[in-house]
């Protein structure tokens, strides 16, 4: 069943003749006739009651034709799509950007974004970077912002920024020094990402230099988001860690101190995307657009 045959079909259902169908594709009426009986033979089936003035459909015939008609349609729809995409003019994006993506990027990218090309659709999934990467390799995604580390294969990584990850506490005295591993180990942990626990690329690098000394780490709350994370350290029920771009925000919350970590540690956020793989236009532009921002968080970061 090709979609040649489905175009010969539903014409000729929807015209009532082969000739009327005929007219209708540019092609000639023994064309139609032919693409429909190859269809038939294929699925012995007939589709078509023959030999008054006008085709009527058989049981079968009637059964095919909504399916035809979503086949053609959404054939159409994809050509349209790609045409649209080609020129910046329409279609739909679906990118993949980490969890805290409007703390550093989001909402300007899409306001910049939108005002260029407000044809195109934009679909940014906002989720851990463990699931954006596995997102852009399953194809659901055509490319994502991610924090490093994340498992690369199949993918084409480009860092962007490097981000100094700092300690946060109520207390001042417990920023006062660097705070190493062993520190962390016996304060009152919050951790963020609690869906992905310690396969969130933050928490990992913790796992690991905590692995190293022979230590484990327990939180003692696990929540969604870092807002979250650091009201509670506000009201004095733990610790946590954010990045320098977080913490030099406006709305980082007041009270709070942060210090850094020995070593230091570091969050690298990177593109990514298919290996071998080519972007749509749109996708391109706004991949384009979002490292750019990312990568201007440069001047910032740095301590």
Do not use: C
């Amino acid at each position: 069943m090709t979609l040649t045959q489905l175009r010969a079909f539903l014409a000729a259902a929807m015209l009532g003749s082969f000739t009327a169908a005929a007219d209708e594709l540019g092609t000639t009426q023994p064309t139609i006739s032919e693409l429909v009986r190859k269809l038939e033979v294929q699925h012995g089936l007939a589709l078509f009651v023959r030999g008054g003035r006008r085709l009527h459909l058989t049981a079968a015939g009637e059964e095919l034709l909504p399916w035809a008609q979503r086949a053609v349609a959404g054939a159409d729809g994809g050509v349209l799509a790609l045409q649209a995409l080609h020129g910046l003019s329409g279609g739909l994006v679906s990118i993949g950007v980490l969890r805290n993506a409007r703390h550093y990027f989001l909402p300007d990218l899409i306001d910049v974004f939108h005002r260029e090309h407000p044809g195109v659709r934009l679909r940014l999934v906002g989720q851990n970077s463990a699931e954006v990467a596995a997102g852009v390799r399953d194809g659901s995604l055509e490319a994502g912002i991610v924090v490093l580390p994340v498992d690369d294969e199949g993918l084409e990584v480009t860092p962007l920024l490097r981000d100094e990850v700092l300690w946060v506490s109520r207390d001042p005295g417990r920023v006062a020094r660097p705070v190493t591993i062993d520190d962390i180990a016996v304060r009152p942990l919050i951790a963020y990402d609690a869906h992905y626990g310690w396969d969130d690329p933050t928490r990992r690098q913790l796992a690991e230099r905590a692995q190293v000394r022979g230590l484990r780490l327990e939180p003692i709350v696990e929540v969604e988001t870092v807002s979250t994370a650091l009201e509670l350290v506000r009201r004095g029920i733990g610790e946590t860690l954010v990045s320098r771009t977080i913490a030099a925000r406006d709305d980082f919350p007041k009270g709070l101190h942060t210090g850094r970590f020995d070593p230091s540690l570091f969050d690298t956020i990177a593109a990514v995307r298919r290996r071998d793989s080519t972007l749509a236009p749109a996708a391109a532009e706004l991949v384009r657009v979002a490292s750019e921002m990312v990568a201007a968080l440069n001047t910032s970061t740095e301590p």
